[in-house]
């Protein structure tokens, strides 16, 4: 873990926690960790009806498909999902999360949990003083438990309650977020 933390450092981590407003909207940052292109095409809509700034997050090593066979307990995303301290290794993304106001992050669901990248990203960047909204794509899983597990392992971040967005409704999205007082687009 220190090893990825060490490529990872300078990676957009910052000690400011101020708002930053931009003519009184909120600055939205929309992350995801997408293996396959399902998540990132459902965080690309949320960023569009938010407008907010999009961004992957990209292991150094991409997935295949036999790595991410969940019916083989050797694949590399199932040895990954089986060890709470698998941090895989992500590419250095080219963001200064200091300018944003509230970090989307979305991720399929692996084993009920957000894959070990999400995590990385999470240690990799300075989220203190920034809302953090999960979502989370799924072909049958609930996101209420990878949430939880996020709340327990970050429990000093500003979470606020997660959403399933398999399909993306601007009317729906915007109601949802309407709870958390946020002036988006």
């Known amino acids: 873990m220190a090893a990825v933390l060490a490529v990872m450092s300078g990676a957009g981590a910052s000690a400011q926690n101020s708002k930053v407003m931009n003519n009184n909207k909120t600055k939205a940052l929309v992350v995801c960790f997408s293996a396959t292109g399902t ?3 459902v965080a690309k809509s949320l960023a569009g009806i938010v407008g907010g700034d999009f961004r992957t997050i990209e292991p ?11 019916h083989d307990s050797r694949s590399r995303s199932s040895l990954e999902m089986k060890d709470p301290k698998s941090r895989p290794a992500i590419r250095k993304m080219d963001i200064d999360v ?12 692996w084993w009920g949990l957000a894959p070990r990248a999400v995590n990385t ?11 953090v909204i999960p979502f989370a794509t799924s072909g049958g ?16 971040l ?12 601007a ?6 977020l309407g709870q958390y007082g946020l002036d988006l687009n």
């Open 158 to 169: 500003q979470w606020k309650d997660g959403r399933l967005l398999n399909t993306v409704d």
């Open 121 to 131: 990203f999470i240690e990799s960047h300075d989220l203190q003083g920034k809302m």
């Open 39 to 41: 998540t990132a095409a």
């Open 141 to 156: 899983s609930g996101i209420s438990s990878s949430v939880s597990a996020l709340k327990r392992e970050y429990p000093d």
């Open 60 to 70: 150094v090593e991409s997935y295949t498909a036999a790595d991410l066979d969940w």
């Open 171 to 176: 009317g729906s999205v915007r109601s949802w």
């Open 98 to 109: 200091s300018r944003y106001d509230v970090v989307f992050i979305g991720y399929p669901i």
